[in-house]
């Protein structure tokens, strides 16, 4: 990865006395895809407000090409935002929205003319320019914001949740499509979502927020298969977390082992068993009372709900996490 | 199936047509007939002693084009022009950011603009009457602050009359703009913003044009009332300052010229349907915002 | 963004100003003397002498039943009209809900023309009938609007299923349709009811010599000259119209506590 382009140093912010970001560091570097991936309200989008400077946090740094921004305007900022909704202007037509951001810095019509045309025809719209935001449809809308953004060539581009809108197979194509013109632009994505399968599919490096603080941030592999905390564990991987001896573990479903090898030496009682997305998922009890889930490709018919068998694991796929619920002066 | 559904359909259709005499009957009767009249009644003579006589005649136009009554729509025109410009100076800002306050201080403030709204419009051009009395309150402050050192006897001039009009006509520019900034997505001026506007340019690209509708809807709707609100000019500007209004006041109850009156409300409605047709045409929309 | 501090200043502001000279009124209606130039201590005779006047219970109570009269008819008329139009299209219909519109779309003075023209055509003594087909002209549109508009956002569904379960059309309608518009028809007469108790133009034009409504009294009292006794009026008013303000916002907020705020 290239050099740092934008670091956040210890951001805090309150609405109405609950804190909501609770000291959030991040770095970002030049032309790199990073990823915050959260449940609602975990301050991921405050955290990419800040960064635009939509809003000013309480304290902490924003700083973008080594210079402090934290009390710019949003105007002054090399920061473009992908906005929800698509924020697109509703009395303006399409050219006219790629083109504003020029508009407002004097750029020369002619120039304004070439690089909206060029911004159209990378999302692949070129014919749209005349059309009015409420004439395109949520896929369309959705690629009007990216090319409205990114004609403004800005060091860093924010996008907040911008398929969430979208149904299942536009969404696919379009996280292929966001990749791909990240990687022609080299421009810094920072991209918020709640779909873990996203987050993988297309960051550098992903960060997962909770209540406000940023549990772990590391690569898709990182992530997923060394999760810091189980809240990490939980969320990205679905992993079970067991308290076992003092400790916290988190291993993954499709890593239980129940084919009798000596690993397996726990009794675990079937309680249900479930068919989905091509996978049978059983759920066990074991003797202490915790629950745990264990996913196989394909069916298994030999188990019953009710049946006692020996469940185990690898030692390798046990990783020891951070409790959230209980450490939380450790986190 | 297809045939008791279409059965049931016009049994129902039937039924709606019965809630609909009243509605028609009224309005043909009470206002499309009346309004029909008005425009045939400004083309007939006034009868020698009371009434009207059935004659066409062009002359309660012709005389509306005398210098006398030209001034007095240049004078009423003029004074609705200046109330609608202060009215929407001062309204347009206070509806926009009444619109951005938290959901219970909005519902406050609606309450705070209805209260001086339902008490009766004479009752609180009283109160203007006091404060610019010869000697009253205003006098008394600005002597008190040595800004002049006699009354200003400002009630029963223009400026009294401007401040009484603009006062009553606030509220309906500032619901019209209310509410139709209150429709504008925040999110578009934070878009604005972010793509390098400043909170200057956001405004006039984007709040601004998305709550011209409303602005629009406010002018209309004070420049329309203004025109007629001879009450107003009574009280406030004595017998100083003439409007249309008090025209055909005066043509009705003193000159009993029904006729001209007419004339004079004929010019009034299509100069008034003239408005709202550039609304229309303007916004493109047929409902006046914060109308209702 | 800074959150900036003037514009709630400037509301502020304007807010006060406006309401300077209806304090003014109550204040002045406590005064002695009978110039509003000099305070010279607190008195109620001003509220005795307004109890006194009968001229002005008589006018005030014409202005109640004439508010209440027409409100009644505009109700029935907008009501009927509105439910009649909806799931139809007609060119008609639409001719008629715009016209229905105008009284409140023209300056009041030409209505209050238009109606003293047509009424001394035909010949109709003026009066208390004639104030109230005036005065029902422009409560209408409040009422047919306010019900038109909801009837648009309704769901039909319910009315369907209601047939369906074997109710008859009297009972579709109190069961199903009439709680649904009723917050129209209510905040409809709201307005038609202010505009009906405060109108003095057309009022003007349209009474006789021997009915006078509150405002129009008003009036003639202004125009002749000082009467510190409509200062006291006017602090009853106020007083009577807070207190209907306050018990409506209580029980609207009553109302839609549950559904919580924001």
Sequence with gaps: MGESILQLQQIRKSFDNTEVLKGIDLEAAQGEFITLLGASGCGKTTTLRIIAGLELPDSGQVILEGRDITDWEPNRRDVNTVFQNYALFPHMNVADNVGYGLKIRKVPKAEIERKVEQALRLVQLEEYGKRMPDQLSGGQKQRIAI???????????????????????????????????????????????????????????????????????????????????????????????????????????????????????LDAVVVEKSFAGGQLRILFRLADGQLLTASRYGIDNDIQPGETVKIGWDAKDAVKVIDNDKDENQR | MTKTKTKGNSRRRSGNIGLLIPMYVFTILFVALPILYLFLLSFLQRAQVWGVDFTFTLDNYKRILEPLYLDTFWQSLKLAFTATFFVALIGYPYGYFMARMSAVWKRRMLLLIMIPFWTSALIRLYGWIIVFRSNGVLDKILMGLHLTDQPLKLLYTYPAVVVGMVYSLLPFMILAVYSSAEKLDMSLVEASRDLGASSWTAFWTVSFRLTLPGLLSGVVLSFIPSMGLFFIADILGGNKIVLVGSVIQEQITKGRNQPFAAALSAVLMVLTSVMIRLYRKITGTSQLEGML | MKKKKWPFVYVAVITVLTYIPILLTVVYSFNTSKLTSVWEGFSLKWYRELFRDRDLGEALMNSLILAVLSCTFAVLIGTSGALGMSRRKRKTDEVVAYVSTLPIMIPEIILGMVFLSVFSLMGLPFGMVTLVIAHTTFCVPYIFTMVRARLVGMDHSLEEAALDLGATKWQVFCDVILPQIL???????????????????????????????????????????????????????????????????????KVKAPAGEK
């Design chain 3, 183 to 253: 917050p129209a028809i209510l905040s409809g007469v709201l307005l038609a009811f202010a505009m009906s108790f405060d109108d003095v133009v057309i009022s003007i034009f349209v009474t006789g010599p021997k009915v006078n409504t509150l405002p129009v009294k008003i009036y003639t009292k202004l125009k002749t000259g000082v009467t510190p006794e409509i200062n006291a009026l006017a602090t009853v008013m106020l007083i009577v119209i807070l207190l209907c303000l306050m018990g409506a916002y209580l029980l609207g907020r």
């Design chain 1, 147 to 265: 090319a409205r953004a990114v004609i403004n060539e800005p060091k860093v581009l924010l996008l907040d949740e911008p398929l969430g809108a979208l149904d299942l197979k536009l969404r696919r194509q379009m996280q292929l499509e966001l990749k791909r013109l990240q990687k022609q632009l080299g421009i810094t994505f920072i991209y918020i979502t709640h779909d873990q399968e996203e987050a993988i599919n297309m960051s550098d490096r992903i960060g997962v927020m909770h209540e406000g603080v940023l549990e772990q941030l590391g690569t898709p592999n990182e992530v997923y298969y060394q999760p810091r905390t189980s809240y990490v564990a939980d969320f990205v991987g679905n992993a079970n977390i067991l308290h076992k001896n003092g400790e916290t573990l988190a291993i993954r479903s499709e890593n239980i082992r129940m084919d009798g090898e000596s690993v397996c030496t």
